[in-house]
């Protein structure tokens, strides 16, 4: 698929489970404490697995529910791709001391 044709983040893959404010991820395969449809058998494509920051539905940057009951889903830290060269897998990589780094495309 190419780049023109994704949303910003929908291809993202990495394992932050964290979000921008601090709050955990609800696992995509789970309806506690947030009911919703965005599941992994109504989005195959989309990488709902664990409870992982993604974007299956075109936000303006990967996200998730939260454990919190009060918090419905909040946006994750997960950086953009700027000036990094993208994989053959269509993900953008960085590499830094061993570690390796999941970053999402912006349009």
């Known amino acids: ?28 395969d789970t309806q506690t404490p947030h009911v919703h449809d965005r599941t992994p058998q109504n989005s195959p494509d989309a990488g709902l697995e664990s409870n992982y920051c993604r974007n299956p539905d ?3 940057k990967p996200w998730c529910y939260t ?14 791709c700027k000036g990094i060269k993208f ?3 269509l993900v953008c990589k960085l590499f830094r001391g061993g570690s390796q780094s999941y970053y999402y495309h912006h349009l």
């Open 1 to 28: 698929m190419p780049w023109s044709t994704l949303l910003p983040g929908t291809e993202y893959r990495g394992p932050v489970s964290t979000t921008t404010e601090g709050y955990t991820c609800q696992a995509w």
């Open 58 to 60: 075109g936000e303006r």
């Open 67 to 80: 454990t919190d009951a009060a918090k419905r889903s909040d946006l994750c830290p997960v950086p953009e």
């Open 87 to 89: 994989s053959g897998d």
